[in-house]
């Protein structure tokens, strides 16, 4: 069965953080859809990459990465609607990703190969400073609320 019986009579968290779950998995789809459907996959329109060189490799990659996120903004979007005792997991799970993808696109990868060129920021890079914050007082409100009233 591909949806098994709802879970969400099992959620004792506040429903904001799922709401906000919500929101997540559209800010992925998005964005997931942007790097599939563009010519370019955002890479140079967006985010201002050069792609005169391995302008291919870049734009499969970008493509690539779209794939993952439309699928996972797929399955957040399910876990609030509908498996919402996930959502906690979900949050967590989020935070450790944007985590890793804010060290990446700040430190140590965020330079370029050529020292003497200026590392490239996209727009994404700030995004994912915000969200490091709010996806961690969503995920300890998640948790905390779903511990006092279990």
């Known amino acids: 069965m ?13 429903s904001v953080a799922a709401a906000f779950l919500g929101l997540v998995s559209l800010l992925t789809v998005g964005p997931g859809l942007v790097h599939i459907l563009l010519p370019d996959g955002g890479a140079g ?5 050069d792609l005169s060189k391995d302008g291919p490799t870049i734009i499969r990659l970008f493509a690539w990465a779209g794939t993952t996120q439309l699928v996972w903004g797929l399955m957040l979007l399910v876990i609030a609607v ?7 997991l979900a949050l967590v799970l989020l935070l450790i990703e944007r985590c890793i993808h804010a060290l990446n696109m700040w430190w140590p990868k965020s330079g370029a190969i050529d020292s003497a060129a200026p590392a490239n920021h996209p727009p994404e890079a700030y995004a994912t400073l915000v969200m490091v914050v709010l996806l961690a007082v969503f995920a300890a409100l998640a948790l905390r609320q779903s511990r006092t009233e279990t």
């Open 82 to 88: 509908r498996y919402r005792s996930l959502v906690p």
């Open 45 to 49: 329109v967006i985010a201002g990459l």
């Open 2 to 14: 591909l949806f098994p019986p709802s879970t969400n009579d099992a959620y004792r968290g506040p």
